[in-house]
């Protein structure tokens, strides 16, 4: 089982190699992948090193999977030449999401859609993964009409620049910006850019990708997606207003038997899931669960993630797990 990590160097590739570790991956050969300035540098990978490859390199050692976190313009060039050598991508980045040919896939939600044939698997957007594994178990038992969500995401959603921006200005430092404005005591009602519609890139995003992997464009979505002066972690206030009528104890029974889904909510003991508890985990934390009092069949959640964890690699390096167990590999 060759498996290249395409944008080893990155945050998210970092993270990859972190977990492909951590979860014991059946690899039998690692090929990292970066930028021409990194090749020949090594990486340490179980206490093994590793040189860095070029991209013409990688693909002629003909990987059975490659993880590419390495954009989207990388991605439309490169994952097409992979998939010509016989090897099955995972592609962080936006560039294939919304293709029609090309499967969304988070584990937990709809990971049976997969095929052999299916060459180039995307994986989400950080803020859409970890809302979808909430709502999928939900929309089983009361179905969903309609999503209204605002998130908190953390600067490393926007990769390093934007971290020694936040960490330049904690400390007085004047230096490069990876925002239009001050991050650190501060907060931004923009992600990626505006479309014409008023609404971020980010904001549809997580509209269209929800539709997609929930297999069910009947749901309705609204997002103001925030960056806010965190570290690692991204958070969501959640508003879900259901065909059918629940009972919060069974909502909650049903959060704690889903997959990847740790419940914490316990506010009469302040218990409730905070960025810094997610910290590098794997999994989803939901808590605030309480109806809405002033719409009927509505439901308020508070839904935390890691985002370069489950919201990018751990996502991704699960996919690949799956399709050796399935044998799609």
């Given at each position: ?134 709502l999928k178990p939900l929309h089983d038992k ?81 997002a103001t997606t925030v960056r806010i002066p ?50 590098e985990k794997d999994e989803v934390f939901v ?43």
């Open positions: 089982m060759k498996v290249a990590v395409v944008g080893a160097t990155g945050l998210v590739g970092t993270v990859m190699l972190k977990v492909l570790e951590e979860r014991n991956f059946p690899l039998t050969e690692l090929i990292p992948v970066a930028s021409e300035k990194s090749v020949g540098k090594e990486i340490t990978f179980k206490g093994k090193k590793f040189p860095i490859v070029s991209m013409d390199t990688a693909i002629s050692m003909k990987p059975d999977i490659a993880l590419f976190s390495a954009g989207g313009t990388t991605s439309l060039e490169h994952a097409p030449r992979f998939k010509e050598a016989g090897t099955t991508v995972i592609d962080n980045s936006s560039a294939w999401r919304m293709d029609p040919s090309v499967k969304l896939i988070v584990p937990e939600v709809n990971a049976h859609e997969l095929s052999i044939d299916n060459k180039i698997i995307a994986n989400p957007n950080c803020s859409t993964i970890q809302m979808v594994v909430v009361y179905k969903i009409k309609r999503v209204v969500v605002s998130t908190y995401q953390s600067v490393t959603g926007t990769g390093v620049k934007a971290v020694e921006q936040l960490m330049n200005e904690r400390k007085g430092i004047d230096g490069p910006k990876a925002y239009p404005y001050e991050i650190d005591l501060n907060v931004l009602p923009h992600i990626d850019v505006f479309t014409e519609n008023g609404y971020t890139k980010e904001e549809m995003k997580m509209v269209k990708e929800t539709n997609k992997i929930m297999s069910d464009d009947s749901i309705k979505v609204t965190v570290m690692g972690g991204h958070s969501e206030s959640v508003n879900i207003e259901f065909e059918n009528d629940f009972d919060l104890a069974e909502v909650r029974s049903i959060l704690e038997k889903a997959p990847g889904v740790i419940v914490v909510d316990d506010v009469a003991n302040l218990k409730y899931p905070m960025p810094k508890d997610a910290h808590g605030r669960i309480r109806r809405d009092e002033s719409a009927p069949k509505a439901l308020n959640l508070w839904i935390v993630a890691d985002n370069l964890r489950k919201g990018a690699a751990t996502n991704a390096v699960q996919i690949a797990e799956y399709l050796i167990q399935k044998e799609l590999v």
